[in-house]
Nanobody, 127 residues
Framework: QVQLVESGGGLVQAGGSLRLSCAAS????????MGWFRQPPGKEREFVAA????????YYVDSVKGRFTISRDNAKNTVYLQMNSLKPEDPAVYYC????????????????????WGQGTQVTVSS
């Protein structure tokens, strides 16, 4: 069974940092685009960041550019989201997602079909 399991969420003060991890099991995603989404309270889920299979290309939503960094360790089948300078508008449930159909994809990594999803991890920011 394929699973994406997020961890690292929690409560942090505004201006602080958190590092989210997403560990995949059941299959390898080392050849596929992976990404992070978030769903703030009362709002729809939104795209946050994506990374290509090698880690050489990344894409961020404007609101997190310069503060968040997505990275991956293919040997561990894991993707990370380093979140710095957290703001009051960042609280949400953060979800890991992965494509699994297009290996070594070199197109627009923002809009791949996100076929696999984690269960989410809560991030809370106190002011």
């Amino acid at each position: 069974q394929v699973q994406l399991v997020e961890s690292g969420g929690g409560l942090v003060q505004a201006g602080g940092s958190l590092r989210l991890s997403c560990a995949a099991s059941g299959r390898t995603f080392s050849s596929y685009v992976m990404g992070w989404f978030r769903q703030p309270p009362g709002k729809e889920r939104e795209f946050v960041a994506a990374i290509n299979w090698s880690g050489g290309r990344t894409y961020y939503v404007d609101s997190v550019k310069g503060r968040f960094t997505i990275s991956r360790d293919n040997a561990k089948n894991t993707v990370y989201l380093q979140m710095n300078s957290l703001k009051p508008e960042d609280p949400a449930v953060y979800y890991c997602a992965a494509d699994g159909n297009r290996p070594y994809y070199n197109g627009n990594i923002r809009d791949v079909p996100w076929n696999y999803w984690g269960q989410g991890t809560q991030v809370t920011v106190s002011s």
